[in-house]
């Protein structure tokens, strides 16, 4: 069988014509293309920072921003984005440029427009000269250049978590309520401006500044009362820390509140002949108590006042034995 087949192989090949054999051309062997080359990605690191590093900006001032890679690579891009209150509010690319010790960088300004927590996030998705690069920095506090009492929630929101945070007591949250009034009055009394309860741009401003904090004098005496009569405010301490601040009027002129350091040794709820509400005595006559009126200026008789709607919550927070602290 083998042998057949091989015979008729050759008689196959020896019935084609010399001369066809001649013509027919032997196709050329293609070029074989060269591998392609091997791209390799730059790695390094990105950074960022804040230019000033303030935590705290009222809308429409400038943040800055300044990036950092680990190289330069010319032609690379990275990507800013902002974010306000958890939502994406800009977006921008930004081309990296060379600096002096051979590092990439970049520097740019954001206003933001909104109040709320400012969140700035930095990516560079992967190119055949750079790998991913992502960075961050720690969020910024957005607060309002002014808060009218018809602002908006947000806006309202804003100015209450800075006070909160201080130790004022605020109300109904995104409400411009007497609650919330008191408390930039209280503010204002601390920081020593004009006693009203506008929460204008100096109240604001003072507020991004760090400045409105209670300075505790007794920190030793535990939880405790201070009344610093020149702010005409108490303070309601614990743990080291403030807990509450009200605005008080303390006595006047011809009727002033007894200074030094005393115990509450009576408590009496309700409202009793003279008017006090909810009255917790530190000595003698004197008590820290409700009453209808509380002037911004020093009007009992050497009580200290408070109003009557945080009359009850400062009654429930004192106890027999805590200590007050009344100085000038």
């Not at 800013?80 to 600096?99: D, H, M, N, S």
Request: with cysteine; aromatic share 6%.
């Amino acid at each position: 069988m083998y042998r057949v087949i091989a015979t008729l192989s050759v008689l196959a090949m020896a019935s084609v014509p010399a001369a066809a054999r001649a013509q027919s051309p032997v196709a050329p062997a293609l070029p074989v293309a060269p591998p392609p080359p091997v791209q390799t990605q730059t790695q390094t690191t990105l950074t960022l920072e804040r230019v000033g590093g303030r935590s705290t900006v009222l809308t429409g001032s400038r943040v800055r921003i300044r990036g950092t890679t680990g190289v330069f690579v010319p032609g690379e891009t990275v990507i800013v984005r902002f974010f306000i209150a958890g939502r994406l509010r800009e977006e921008r690319p930004v081309a990296l440029t060379p600096q002096p010790d051979g590092t990439g960088g970049f520097l740019l300004a954001y206003e933001p427009r909104r109040p709320g927590t400012l969140k700035i996030r930095a990516i560079h998705d992967p190119t055949p000269a750079l790998g991913p690069l992502a960075a961050r920095v720690d969020p910024v506090d957005v607060i309002p250049r002014s808060v009218p009492r018809r602002s908006g929630p947000a806006s309202i929101r804003a100015l209450q978590r800075r006070l909160r945070r201080l130790g004022y007591v605020t109300g109904a949250r995104g409400s411009f309520d007497a609650r919330t009034a008191r408390a930039v009055l209280a503010f204002r009394k601390v920081t020593r401006m004009k006693r009203t309860t506008s929460a204008s741009n100096g109240v604001m401003r003072a507020i991004a500044r760090g400045e409105g904090r209670f300075r505790i004098r007794f920190r030793q005496h535990g939880r405790h009362i201070e009344a610093d009569l020149s702010r005409q405010v108490i303070a309601l301490i614990q743990g080291g820390r403030v807990r509450r601040i009200y605005p008080v009027s303390s006595g006047a002129a011809g009727t002033p509140t007894v200074q030094g350091s005393f115990r509450i040794y009576l408590k009496t709820p309700g409202t009793n002949s003279l008017g006090m509400v909810d009255a917790a005595y530190f000595i003698r006559g004197y008590a820290t108590h409700g009453y209808a009126s509380v002037p911004v200026f020093p009007a009992s008789h050497g009580c200290l006042r408070v109003p009557v709607a945080e009359a009850r919550r400062l009654f429930r927070w004192v106890r027999i034995g805590t200590p007050v602290d009344v100085y000038p």
